[in-house]
């Protein structure tokens, strides 16, 4: 049963406008949950991430909102820019850490010019 | 710093091969991971390493071997080659084990077996 599910395979925004990229997940353990950004034929690399503490945290044009309550997370993009197309994993852990990230299948976000 | 390297970029086996896939890190991270990739699907974890000397599995770690003899190395290793593991392999490092720390991924190897 997947734990980290992201039930949008594509999402398709025009450039300027916000991209909200969702992310739901059922294990009640996980308190640790991170945005990963993947470009073909590279490694996933670092967005953003926010501990269960926190319902929100920013970084630039990127800020990510956890509701607790429902098991849901987003993150948001504004503006969205063409450099921005990509595939965004959203991953979680728990515990201590040191047994790896849960991850979602992706969400491909397509910046139309 | 060169950040996470691995080798080979592209690799084809024949079942029943054995081979290694190698991966590498020159900012004296703490831990390691191997993950895999298939088409569809996020990414799952094969094996971790806290440290020197120390690994354990992750969700899927059947016909995987791994060992940490050095800080910098972690290679990975396929015993018997089976067309179920045809996928993409990433290998992935943190300044520490426990949480809160970045994983930064290497490019990742293209695996097909035949």
């Known amino acids: 049963d997947q734990q980290v599910k992201q039930n949008s395979p594509s999402l398709s925004v025009q450039e300027g406008r916000i991209s909200i990229l969702n992310c739901d997940y059922t294990n009640s353990m996980f308190d640790y949950f991170l945005w990963y950004k993947k470009y073909p034929a590279e490694g996933p690399t670092f967005l953003i991430s926010?501990?269960?503490?926190?319902d929100k945290n920013e970084d630039g044009r990127f800020t990510v909102f956890l509701n607790k309550s429902a098991k849901h997370l987003s993150l948001h993009i504004v503006p969205s820019q063409p450099g921005d197309s990509a595939v965004y994993f959203c991953?979680?852990?728990?515990?201590?850490?040191?047994?790896?990230?849960?991850f979602g299948k992706g969400t491909h976000l397509i910046i139309q010019p | 710093n060169a950040g996470v390297t691995q080798t080979p970029k592209f690799q084809v086996l024949k079942t029943g091969q054995s081979m290694t896939l190698q991966c590498a890190q020159d900012m004296n991270h703490e831990y390691m991971s191997w993950y895999r990739q298939d088409p569809g699907m996020g990414l799952r974890l094969i094996h971790y390493?806290?440290?020197?000397?120390?690994?354990d599995q992750g969700e899927v770690p059947n016909g995987y071997n791994v060992s940490r003899s050095t800080t910098e190395d972690f290679p990975l290793r396929l015993l018997s080659a089976a067309p179920s593991q045809t996928s993409v392999y990433f290998c992935a490092s943190s300044p520490r084990w426990y949480k809160g720390y970045e994983q930064y991924f290497g490019p990742g190897t293209r695996l097909t077996v035949t």
């Open positions: 390493s806290v440290g020197a000397g120390i690994t």
């Open positions: 926010i501990s269960s503490i926190k």
């Open positions: 991953a979680a852990s728990s515990g201590g850490g040191a047994d790896g990230l849960t």
